[in-house]
């Protein structure tokens, strides 16, 4: 979403926000929102696990977007889909719409300093490598907790969700009920990979959409047609043939090969 967005917003400016829904704010309230932001121009981007940041001229927008949240860079030539909260105008005419059907997400106006300490609250990020591997290696190996919840924590790994998790686990052989202090150096290696082969073939494949999943254009991804395991209960497994299961493990659907995943 970030690579989508940022060749279309670097060096635009914002000419007017709106907000339909101010719980989505952390802060400042609304009517300060709208007021701080209006006339900022737009100077860089990021991305660390499920948080997106804008760099403006002045401040920092910052933009978490939860379990369903979107960012889609829109002509306004049509009114706003159902659940958009926030829509900023850009001049020329476009607008970046915030939609979030859930509400898990949230977004803030602030300074730079704010930002950075947030983000050391934060896990290792393998696709951008911000934050600490080491301390990702630690708090895996020296945890009781099962693997699948420890991929999906976000102050241990930044940016796991629930279909990659599957995924990544899967693709390194492991069950998700193992214990992180249970792996072997040769088992911790092979999901230290898997974590970077999976997350490097969705971002190639444009993310995967089996909901709510667009890119900052309005597009779905396409690397929904290439999941081994996640939503695929009682078929096959590619590798090995047996039935995938899925069980529910902390609250999620988990789906997983009971001959394959060790």
């Known amino acids: 979403m970030r690579r989508t967005l940022e060749p279309h917003l670097v060096g635009r400016a914002i000419e007017d926000v709106r907000v339909f829904r101010g719980d989505v ?5 609304a009517q300060d929102f709208r007021r701080l932001l209006a006339g ?25 977007l939860g379990m369903s949240g979107q960012l889609v860079l ?6 706003p889909p159902p659940h958009t909260h926030v829509v900023f105008r850009l001049a020329g005419g476009e607008q970046l719409r915030y939609r979030d059907p859930r509400r898990f997400g949230w977004m803030w106006y602030g300074d730079r300093g704010e930002l950075d300490r947030y983000l050391k609250e934060l896990g290792w990020d393998p696709i951008t490598n911000r934050g600490s591997r080491q301390r990702f290696c630690e708090r895996v190996r020296g945890s009781r907790a099962g693997l699948k919840s420890l991929l999906m924590d976000q102050s241990v790994l930044a940016g796991l969700g629930n279909i990659y998790a599957d995924e990544v686990l899967h693709r390194a052989g492991l069950s ?29 494949h444009g993310g995967t959409t089996i909901s709510d999943y667009v890119d900052g254009r309005g597009g779905p991804g396409q690397h ?7 939503g ?3 078929e096959q497994c590619y590798r090995c043939g047996e039935r995938i299961r899925r069980d529910r493990m902390g609250g999620r659907s988990t789906y997983w090969c009971p001959r394959c995943q060790r």
Do not use: M
């Open 74 to 79: 829109d002509s306004g030539d049509s009114p």
């Open 224 to 230: 929904q047609y290439h999941l081994r395991v996640h």
């Open 25 to 29: 704010l952390r802060k400042p309230e």
């Open 176 to 204: 998700p009920k193992r214990r992180g202090c249970e792996l072997s150096d040769s088992e911790f290696s092979a999901l230290s990979r898997a974590i970077e082969e999976v997350l490097a073939e969705a971002i190639a």
């Open 232 to 234: 695929r209960a009682d």
């Open 40 to 64: 900022r121009s737009f100077v860089g981007t990021g991305r660390h696990g499920k948080l997106l940041w804008f760099d403006l001229d002045r401040g920092v927008l910052a933009v978490h």
